[in-house]
């Protein structure tokens, strides 16, 4: 079972330290994120958002890439534009030209919610689930989480097993994020530790989790409020 964080989320700073060790994560309502963030995009990702063709998703997802520059411009101290991006062979985001110092990072977001992870605790994978639409958690859970995820599943009653099914299903695609590998490969031929993985606090209609490849020394929860 990962652990839990009961930290509040608090307004982050303008200027973002991480210290040796530490965890950030922020958190955002892309609903209400301003519409000048999707101008800091490059040309390929303004040709990636125009390719979904609902448009509310793709101003959506427009935000959600243009906060992760703003964010990672912020702890880089440089200009969000000018970052240049080389995502991961299961699409994790990476920077093109990191060097040793540069914060590992992750966003995940669900519906106009999104968690963005910045580390100094070594890799990094956030996710965040939000209910929208009737699953069949215990089969889904079965077939990606293991039998004994199942049968705790299908021992609850329908409102709780959603909860639980939101929770689990947050910590096992942080692990897999962290990790940078696709469903299915977390246990496949690995060797080594597993992830310290956190469970983070959104209410009773959403489940979040981050995972860290070492333990983190402090653990920041952060609302974005630009």
Known sequence: MA???????????SRPRLAAG??????????????SLGELLSEDERERAGRLLNEHQRELWRRSRGLLRELLGRYLQADPPSLRFADGE????GLADADPDTPAFNMSHSGQLALYAFS???AVGVDVEVARRPVDEVAIAARM???GEA?????????????EFLRAWARHEAELKCLGVGLGEASA???????SVVELELGLEAGAAVASEQPAQELCCMDWCG
């Open 3 to 13: 652990a839990s964080a009961k930290d509040v989320w608090a307004p982050g700073p």
């Open 22 to 35: 530490a965890v950030h994560v922020w958190r955002a309502d892309l609903a209400h994120a301003d519409t």
């Open 90 to 93: 299961h699409g994790k985001p």
């Open 120 to 122: 100094a605790a070594g």
């Open 145 to 147: 989480l293991g039998e």
């Open 151 to 163: 049968q705790r599943l299908q021992a609850l009653e329908p409102e709780s097993r959603r909860r």
């Open 189 to 195: 031929g690995r060797s080594g530790p597993r992830p």
